[in-house]
């Protein structure tokens, strides 16, 4: 019986190489499978471009290409990876470079683009497809000139055509978290586009792989003590057979652990209904998911069920959405938290006393309530040994939060004794916003393109 061996190398942009490194030499997998992208990367990525035409794809992707491709060509490993982010041809472009620097040829570099639809949004909205926010229904004001870019969810059909064409190396641009992983078990094992249960059970594997070492004992909230060898977490591998049987496991000589419970943390993450998990490839039922150890760091997944999929895709609209000034002080002990509380009540009513424009404000005690917030216990006071006050503002202007960064010196002589230190005083960010809309299916894959080229 057909089976496939599907490893995990990355679980956000900025991940370790080790993980992937780890998995290219103990895990036996004929895939691994990247997840760089979120919402936030593409504001990051969108920056870069901003700056440098070139760019746009994960700046990691160079040391991903230097390490992996020797395996790719003398274990035949293949890599799949959405490090495109909005220039998957500028990602291609800088592998293809890195596979001639290593003296790397007979390699085939893919990528599938589509996702990119800004260029046609002025079409999409003359065809009278409406941009209202999908979850709330608030209407779309913003022109085009407005936005700074727009992408949509694509799933892993595009992967599977790249790898039908000989790709080594598929590139994709904006996918969704799973696809990466779904690909190769839908090719390697002929899963049809209607095998509704056998898809979504893809699915479920790859949203319990996309965030690399959670599922394996890392940012694990049981016995994380107990975790061994962290320094070497392994990341997931994905083990599934023709007939729809899958079981989660682990490189060899790595670190963490798989179990039901590690399992369980990530199963959850980011899952709003179980029953109706929304993907591109299939609408998944994880409410009746069983999982099952088997053995050592091996867990049985199964009784998961699919619907047919959706007739929209997700896409999302990044637009220019004012400034973010911020200041950070901090206080020693006696009364830490009180002269902290003191600076927050002085920052704001210099605001009024200068009349800077503010649109939101927002403070926060490390040392004290900067995680928990809201819900952060009481404390002895006596008892903090030290508070830092970081104060942020939102504002329509640069200017305005540079100037809000410049209320934060003259505190040291004053404000409340004996400051412990300033940070962040001209952290100036632009901020962008993000628009979420669907979009008819049709409308996009449509124009889905995949280009496979040889090194």
Not at 96 to 121: H, M
Not at 145 to 172: H, M, N, R
Not at 258 to 286: C, G, M, R, W
Request: glycine content about 10%; proline content about 5%; charged content about 25%.
């Amino acid at each position: 019986m057909k089976k496939v061996r599907v490893g995990a190398g990355q679980g956000f942009y900025g991940d370790t190489i080790y993980g992937a490194l780890n998995m290219a030499k103990f895990g036996n997998v004929q895939y691994i499978c990247f997840d760089c992208l979120a919402e936030l990367t593409m504001a990051i990525l969108q920056k870069d471009r901003q700056k440098d035409p070139s760019k746009g794809y994960t700046k990691d992707i160079t040391v991903t290409a230097k390490q992996l491709l020797p395996f790719v060509k003398e274990k035949g490993i293949k890599l799949i990876t959405n490090a495109g982010g909005i220039n998957p041809e500028g990602a291609r472009d800088e592998v293809v470079r890195i596979a001639k620097e290593l003296g790397i040829e007979g390699i085939k570099v893919g990528i599938a683009t589509g996702d990119n639809i800004y260029p046609i949004l002025d079409e999409l909205q003359a065809k009278g497809i409406s941009f209202a926010d999908y979850e709330t229904g608030e209407l779309f004001t913003k022109s085009k000139a407005d936005i700074l870019f727009a992408s949509a969810y694509l799933g892993a059909w595009p992967i599977v055509e790249c790898l039908k064409q000989g790709a080594d190396i598929v590139i994709t641009g904006r996918t969704t978290d799973t696809a990466q992983f779904l690909a190769p078990m839908i090719y390697e094992l002929d899963w049809a586009e209607d095998d509704w249960d056998k898809l979504a059970l893809g699915v479920l594997l790859g949203h319990l792989m996309e965030c690399s070492g959670q599922a394996t004992g890392g940012n694990f909230s049981g016995d994380w003590w107990n975790i061994p060898d962290m320094e070497n977490i392994g990341y997931p591998i994905a083990e599934v057979y023709e007939d729809g049987r899958a079981v989660i496991t682990k490189p060899d000589n790595t670190g963490g652990r798989v179990s039901i419970d590690t399992l369980k943390e990530q199963f959850l993450y980011e899952i709003h209904n179980p029953s109706h998990y929304v993907t591109p490839d299939v609408i998944a039922d994880f409410s009746a998911a069983r999982f099952e150890e088997i053995g050592k760091n091996r867990v049985q997944i199964s009784g998961v069920k699919g619907k047919p999929k959706p007739p929209t895709l997700k896409a999302i609209m990044g637009y220019p959405n004012g400034y973010m000034g911020a200041g950070m002080i901090g206080y020693s002990w006696p009364d830490a938290l009180k002269k902290a509380q003191k600076v927050d009540e002085i920052i704001r009513k210099q605001i009024e006393l200068y009349e800077l424009q503010v649109n939101d404000i927002h403070t926060e005690y490390i040392g004290y309530n900067s995680i928990h917030g809201p819900l952060a216990h009481p404390v002895d006071e006596d008892k903090l040994n030290e508070v830092y006050v970081r104060i942020a503002v939102h504002t329509n202007t640069k200017e305005e939060a540079v100037q809000f960064g410049r209320l934060f010196p003259p505190l040291a002589l004053n404000g409340p004794p004996f400051v412990g230190g300033l940070a962040n005083l001209y952290s100036v960010r632009q901020l962008l916003g993000l628009w979420s809309v669907l979009i008819p299916r049709d409308e996009i894959e449509s124009r889905v393109k995949i280009n496979v080229e040889e090194v």
